[in-house]
């Protein structure tokens, strides 16, 4: 499993995230504290978990 | 044969249809039947504790404790069913002071507007459903405001051990509080499945305060191995239980496509259109069936990889969305920047793209 951060369209700093899974399967999503796979991630992070960092464009 | 106007505020029939709920958006339940189940397609699922974790459409379960219960899309069901929800309790479980174990549905509010809670004319609603359970004894549910501090809590009783009994309960409508009438929380439906006493009152009544259960309730979480089914769930308008309103099964799958979507495109089958961005990257359009609650912000992308056009998909990532449409990136290589590309599900027709965000 692997967090990586990267930049929508028109900004300036990581505001997504694309989560891929061991099976293969992917989820894409916004930071949105309304969202369960964000939340999932805030909790990955408060672990002591590190994501990738979002490619420079 | 004579025609006249007969003057009546409510009439019923012999086998007990009422006009007063008999026309329009009867049922405020969606899926009621448990006969959609996009995310799952049947399969048992255990719900992670300390989130609201869906399930068939529409319903979600709230657990304090992992790893107590599974539930899955069930084919056991009364007559005039086909499908029902199953729970079936993983361990012997003593519930803690502050443990909640709910199974539950919230209603968009503009679908319960019309229902006045909140103000001096509150609705009178009556709930309705089916329900089999290997435990006999008493149950509890709620009703619940979105803010979590006006509670209704209701019990019904089980007989007889796996048997299909019918329970109405009919509820004043709240006078007080704060219930939403757009596209938020209109209202909670919740049937208990455990809790402690943080989480129970005395039936019956209104009060304050966040309540999911009855006081002295049957907890199927206590009994390794109990199942609870339940179906033809119908929440509405007035005080008397009327025949399930069963809509079309493309009718209720749009309904709940509202909140969460699933495509299936098959082998080959069409999912979008973009443009390359990039030899890496194609911006692609993907319409929506139905319009969601609020704009989705999340998308999974499981089986196989798309196919597409031209250049090799690998993957998916979010970038902008409307309650219409969302435009994701799908990834690859070997894409022409400026080029039109086709996407579509893989040679193998396991593809799925699913649709996240809309959940209440």
Known sequence: ?57 | MAYGVVNADKMTTSDGVSSSGLYGFKNRILNGQMVIDQRNAGASVTPANGASIYTLDRWSFYVSQASKLTTQQSSTAPTGFVNSLLVTSSSAYSVLTGDDFELRQFIEGYNTADLGFGTAGASTVTLSFWVRSSLTGTFGGAIRNSANDRSYVFSYTISSANTWEQKTVTIAGDTSGTWLTTNGRGMAVIFSLGAGSTFLKAAGSWGAGEYAGVTGQTNLVGTNGATFYITGVQLEKGSTATSFDYRPYGTELALCQRYYMKFYPGAYGPLGIGVATSTTAVSTIIQLPVTFRTKPTGITLAGEAFNATSGSPTGITYDQATVNAIMPYVNGTGFTSGNVVSIRGGGAGTTTLSIDGGEL
Do not use: C, H
């Open chain 1, 1 to 57: 499993m692997n967090y990586k951060l990267y930049k929508r369209t028109g900004q300036s700093t990581p505001d997504a995230v694309v989560l891929t899974r061991d099976d293969g399967s992917m989820t894409s999503f916004m930071f949105d504290p309304q969202n369960s796979d964000y939340i999932a991630f805030l909790k990955w992070i408060e672990e002591g978990n590190v994501p990738t960092p979002a490619e420079e464009q």
